[in-house]
């Protein structure tokens, strides 16, 4: 019920692509969705969020798409760049007592020149 | 610019060993975490506390204490450190109950 699954673990990319992650949701309570990129060497930093009220958000190259149905959210970067190399991990705010943060697992993505 | 800085980047400990990892913020954040971050596993919360001397555990708290005693401070403790504890640690800190968290940069321990 707590849980967020990832996928991929990791993924490859090609310069200009689109890279997709994909997180997956139990609990319907959750109220809040972050993704966090971390950089080798570097703690995660806020990336991007959205709230279930709202389909999509956009910033720049990065897009958040949301079903609340199949209780699912991914992130697209389009125009991927090597610059994005890095690791991404989606989130979910949890429901009741303290709203804590639940991690995915985390995806490893390289884009290649 | 907002900082979480963690005392150590690395760190080499023995078995058995009583470890201290330090965190500190610059931000007055009320919120503070401890997590470990291990591949295929992702973040995982260890401890957070939301005030000075209050402390709360997360999800795999065993083998594990905190102290805060001043708010922008938060330190983990290994008991007794043994080998599935070698991870790198990351500290974070918030200004709200679940919003936006501040991550250093890590503190990779190896205990052999």
């Known amino acids: 019920q707590q849980q967020v699954k990832q996928s991929p673990q990791s993924l490859i990319v090609q310069k200009g692509g689109i890279s997709i992650i994909n997180c997956a949701y139990e609990?319907?309570?959750?109220?809040?969705f972050p993704w966090y990129q971390q950089f080798p060497g570097k703690g995660p930093a806020l990336l991007i969020a959205?709230?279930?009220?709202?389909s999509e958000k956009k910033e720049g190259r990065f897009t958040i798409s949301f079903n609340k149905s199949a209780k699912q959210f991914s992130l697209h970067i389009m125009d991927s760049q090597p610059g994005d190399s890095a690791t991404y991990f989606c989130?979910?705010?949890?429901?009741?007592?303290?709203?804590?943060?639940?991690f995915g697992a985390g995806t490893r993505l390289a884009v290649h020149p | 610019d907002v900082k979480v800085t963690q005392s150590s980047r690395y760190l080499v400990k023995r078995t058995g060993e009583k470890v201290f990892l330090e965190c500190v913020q610059d931000?007055?954040?009320?919120?503070m975490f401890w997590y470990r971050q291990d591949p295929g596993l992702g973040l995982r919360l260890i401890y957070f506390?939301?005030?000075?001397?209050?402390?709360e555990k997360g999800d795999i708290p065993e083998g594990y204490s905190v102290s805060r005693e001043k708010k922008e401070r938060f330190s983990l403790i290994l008991e007794s450190a043994s080998t599935n504890q070698t991870s790198m640690y990351l500290c974070?800190?918030?200004?709200?109950?679940?919003?936006?968290?501040?991550f250093g940069p890590g503190t990779r321990l190896t205990v052999l």
């Open positions: 989130a979910a705010r949890g429901s009741g007592g303290y709203n804590k943060l639940i």
């Open positions: 974070a800190s918030s200004y709200q109950a679940g919003g936006e968290q501040f």
């Open positions: 506390s939301y005030d000075v001397k209050m402390k």
């Open positions: 931000m007055d954040h009320e919120n």
């Open positions: 609990n319907t309570a959750f109220d809040y």
């Open positions: 959205i709230r279930p009220d709202v």
